[in-house]
């Protein structure tokens, strides 16, 4: 029987989808009931399955493994579906699931971008440590909302408020930069699959309003949407080493290692300098902006190629070759 794709609709299940299908896959969608109609909108999934809310997942099990899916990942699937179903799924999964464990915690990614040797900011254990420019950040899947700037333990006092689940981070001045890798398994080869900027409210409009009025807001940094981005081409060499750095070092602490898609998010500063503070480690939402493709995976493959279809193509290719448990996590 021939293998479906299905993932959770939500996140960038267009595109995991559509690039399911141009690779000749059938597609199953599993959406909240109020979400469905966007997927039969675009017309990407085959099936739709329909649930009430995300913690009813683990219902459509049967279904899915009725139809020989094979469950792609993404962020909201992560967030959404509690950690312990995801553990014990007996639906094949698409990528290294224990790597999630690496992924879901601040400490543990930073240790695992420490093996990899990145420039990192640097944490704040305390607030009375603060000494420059900090930004907190809260715990969980809130896409940067409520985070602040603060430049010492009293400016931290007056915005903190109840919350104790934050971290300080040192604030790095350069321009966000958001890398999109992906590692084939299949191929034995790191790909560049395109760059991406977010757009946050309000940090990113607050530019547009006059200085004096800027005074006294509050910038955050909720994530709206993205933009593509083309990167200088004398940066590659250092995106393609970091992109090798990442993979070695996750090969130390969770083998097989890292696979698949994944998004190291770095401030470059003016001396070029990446500074990564944070990893993801699936396909991200950023992605999105090359649903057709970028330019650099249609330089690679000679055809349009975004990160979904890409996804799609490295099952084909195990399955063709007979190797699809080396990336069944
Ligand atoms: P995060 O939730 O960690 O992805 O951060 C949300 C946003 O905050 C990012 O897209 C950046 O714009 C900004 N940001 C996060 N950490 C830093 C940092 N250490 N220095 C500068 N900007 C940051």
């Known amino acids: 029987m021939d293998y479906t794709i299905a ?11 559509r690039g399911a299908k141009d690779e000749g896959f059938k597609t199953i969608a599993v959406c909240k009931r109020d979400h469905a109609f966007v997927y039969r909108h675009f017309g ?6 329909e649930i009430n809310s995300y913690d009813e997942f683990h219902t459509v099990e049967d279904d899915l493994i009725r139809n020989n899916a094979i469950l792609v990942p993404h962020a909201s699937l992560i967030a959404y579906v509690p950690p312990k179903t995801i553990e ?12 999630l464990f690496w992924e879901s915690d601040r400490d543990r990614q930073r240790i695992w971008l420490e093996k990899a040797g990145l420039n990192i900011p640097k944490i704040f254990k305390d607030p ?13 899947p809130k896409g940067g909302q409520g985070y602040f700037l603060a430049r010492s333990e009293q400016e931290f006092m007056r915005k903190i408020g109840v ?38 409210s309000n940090v990113d409009g607050i530019g547009r309003i006059p200085a004096e009025v800027q005074q006294g807001i509050d910038v955050t940094y909720t994530i709206v949407g993205n933009f593509p981005l083309f990167l200088r081409e004398s940066l590659l060499p250092e995106v393609f080493k970091i992109g090798e750095r990442i993979v070695e070092a996750s090969r130390e602490i969770c083998s ?15 001396d070029l300098k990446f500074y ?49 448990e080396e990336i069944l996590g």
Do not use: W
């Open 256 to 270: 097989p290692g890292i696979y698949g898609p994944f998004c190291l998010e770095t401030i470059v500063t003016p």
């Open 128 to 140: 009375s440590e603060i000494d420059r420019l900090v930004i907190v950040k809260f715990h969980g």
């Open 163 to 200: 919350s104790k689940d934050y971290v300080i981070q040192e604030y790095i001045i350069g321009i966000p930069v958001y890398i999109h890798y992906f590692y084939s398994v299949i191929r034995g080869e790191l790909e560049l699959m395109g760059f991406d900027r977010r757009y946050e």
């Open 44 to 49: 990407v999934a085959d099936t739709i399955i």
């Open 88 to 99: 014990s799924l007996r639906v094949p999964y698409y990528g290294n699931r224990r790597i």
């Open 7 to 17: 993932t959770l609709g939500t996140h960038s299940a267009l595109q995991i989808l």
């Open 276 to 324: 990564a503070f944070e990893i993801s480690a699936r396909i991200v939402a950023g992605t999105n902006v090359f649903m057709e493709t970028s330019p650099y995976a249609l330089l690679k493959h000679g055809k349009p190629m975004s990160t979904g279809r890409r996804i799609a193509l490295e099952i084909r290719e195990a399955i063709e070759q007979g190797r699809l």
